[in-house]
């Protein structure tokens, strides 16, 4: 079975700065990963995903992911935040495979500072 | 674009009614799902459907019904609502190739059971 982890429960941030959000995965067979961000008081929306090819993978609002399958992970970034970045982010992944579900990490709540 | 929507953003309820989650998406997803949101716990899954008429149970079933009728539609069901039931309720659905096309969510509903 797979499983995701994001080991920073919360990390905050001040404007501008850069930030990375952790995420690593376990599973025995090749996968999809995905990253989704939810702003407070909605839903999840999709932020990027990783399917295959190049591992470095752009999303929207300026984030973009890197997948290293040597190392299990698939570490999202930003070079400079806005407070508008604030909310919850949540990393994915599943296997490549039709019916098979999506496994949701536990999430890394951003707060951009000003 | 998907659209995935839930018929309620807040609910008040009282221990032991019956409640009725609904949700319904507009583009012909064969998969549809109901997960809680708790803090620190991540994204639970309750129940998913791949067709209609079909259910079946995700991590935490239990004191949870679900019922699709029709293909756009997935209800969740409260049977005798609880206080541990307060919760963020989300609703999502995906294609058919669930893995490459990643989920599309609904805005949420937050639930109180007093």
């Known amino acids: 079975a797979q499983s995701v982890t994001q080991l920073d429960s919360q990390v905050p941030v001040f404007e501008e700065a850069p930030v990375e959000l952790r995420c690593n995965y376990s599973?025995?067979?090749?996968?999809?990963l995905f990253w989704y961000v939810q702003y407070p008081n909605q839903g999840l929306q999709l932020l990027l995903k990783?399917?295959?090819?190049?591992?470095l993978v752009k999303g929207i609002n300026g984030f973009e992911a890197e997948f290293n399958k040597s190392q299990t992970s698939f570490h999202l970034r930003k070079p400079s935040v806005h407070i508008s970045d604030t909310a919850e982010y949540f990393c994915?992944?599943?296997?490549?495979?039709?019916?098979?579900?999506?496994?949701f990490g536990p999430g890394t709540s951003l707060s951009v500072i000003p | 674009d998907v659209k995935v929507t839930q018929s309620s953003r807040y609910l008040v309820k009282r221990t032991g009614e019956k409640v009725f989650l609904e949700c319904v998406q507009d583009?012909?997803?064969?998969?549809m799902f109901w997960y809680r949101q708790d803090p620190g716990l991540g994204l639970r899954l309750i129940y998913f459907s791949y067709d209609v008429k079909m259910k079946e149970k995700g991590d935490i079933p239990e004191g949870y019904s679900v019922s699709r009728e029709k293909k756009e539609r997935f209800s969740l069901i409260l049977e005798s609502a609880s206080t541990n039931q307060t919760s963020m309720y989300l609703c999502?659905?995906?294609?058919?190739?669930?893995?490459?096309?990643?989920?599309?969510f609904g805005s949420g509903t937050r639930l109180t059971v007093v």
């Open positions: 990783y399917l295959s090819g190049s591992t």
């Open positions: 599973s025995s067979v090749s996968v999809y």
């Open positions: 999502a659905s995906s294609t058919a190739t669930t893995a490459y096309y990643g989920y599309t």
């Open positions: 583009m012909d997803h064969e998969n």
């Open positions: 994915a992944v599943t296997r490549k495979t039709s019916y098979d579900n999506v496994i």
